[in-house]
């Protein structure tokens, strides 16, 4: 051991006894010696020193215990307002479709013209998204055929064109380019007679065309259907005029239609049962 190991250690052994004795010497008495004094606050001083490393390693553990606590507590807040988000979204959801089917109900328990089969869109053809076909989930089984109208309970949207066991296509009355044709009157003192057969996207309006000069047609006016052609029943609203002039070849009249029922958002359909057939 070194010289100033020894040193140290000697000094050590002195302070502890200096401390025994000042302890063993003051007994009970209220007041101390001014060597003891100032003994006893070197060696408060010094016990204090000692003590800070493990009061700080102390204080680590108690402030890594801390942030554990604290992150679990996060997670549990984190997969709580997950869990709440769900349940509104879900709630909104459960809201929205009641007041669809409400609507639904209440529609067909007024109308007594014809038979209404309510049907959920399960899809969207993804060959003709553009060209508005539908797929429902109402199919043979259940009596669909094709050429069978298909409303919401604001309007026309289209008819059914193909027919599976549990399943049926819907064309969109916009989609025109693959045929899609209805017999149309202007209601008003003209009863104006033209036929939809157009579709402008950018503006979202049916075209009626084919409607003769002489009849007086009119922005404000609705357009129904004519009951021509034994697919749509008549009277079954299209929509209304937004504008009305002359046609390409100055013949007849063409009217910009805006469409009654929302032809982009459809989740409930209803089929008329009894469509012709061709």
């Known amino acids: 051991m070194s010289k100033i190991g020894r040193t140290l250690i000697l000094i050590l052994l002195g302070i502890m006894?200096?401390?025994?004795?000042?302890?063993?010497?003051?007994?009970?008495r209220m007041t101390l010696s001014f060597p003891e004094k100032v003994f006893k606050d070197v060696l408060t001083w010094t016990q204090d020193q000692l003590n800070k490393?493990?009061?700080?390693?102390?204080?680590?553990f108690q402030d890594m215990s801390g942030m554990f606590q604290l992150y679990e507590e996060n997670q549990v807040l984190k997969k709580s307002l997950e869990h709440y988000a769900q349940l509104a979204a879900e709630n909104e959801e459960l809201r929205a479709q009641n007041k669809r089917l409400k609507e639904m109900l209440d529609y067909q328990q007024?109308?007594?013209?014809?038979?209404?089969?309510l049907a959920r869109v399960v899809a969207r053809d993804p060959d003709r998204w553009m060209n508005n076909v539908l797929v429902i989930d109402l199919g043979e089984k259940d009596g669909v055929r094709p050429n069978m109208a298909v409303i919401t309970p604001r309007g026309v949207i289209g008819k059914v064109v193909q027919v599976s066991h549990s399943s049926a296509n819907v064309q969109l009355i916009t989609d025109v380019e693959n045929g899609s044709r209805v017999s149309a009157v202007v209601q008003g003192p003209s009863r104006a007679i033209g036929v939809i057969d157009g579709y402008d996207a950018q503006q979202g309006t049916l075209i009626l065309s084919k409607v003769p000069l002489e009849d007086a047609i009119e922005p404000g006016q609705r357009v129904v259907t004519s009951g021509f052609g034994g697919i749509f029943p008549p009277g079954l609203l299209i929509g209304t005029i937004e504008s009305?002039?002359?046609?390409?070849?100055?013949?007849?009249?063409?009217?910009r239609v805006r469409p009654a029922a929302d032809l982009v958002h459809l989740d409930e359909v209803f089929v008329i049962m009894g469509g012709m057939e061709r």
């Open 17 to 28: 006894l200096a401390a025994a004795l000042i302890g063993m010497t003051a007994g009970t």
């Open 53 to 60: 490393p493990a009061r700080a390693v102390a204080g680590l």
């Open 110 to 117: 007024k109308e007594n013209n014809y038979t209404l089969k």
């Open 244 to 255: 009305v002039q002359t046609g390409e070849n100055g013949l007849s009249l063409e009217a």
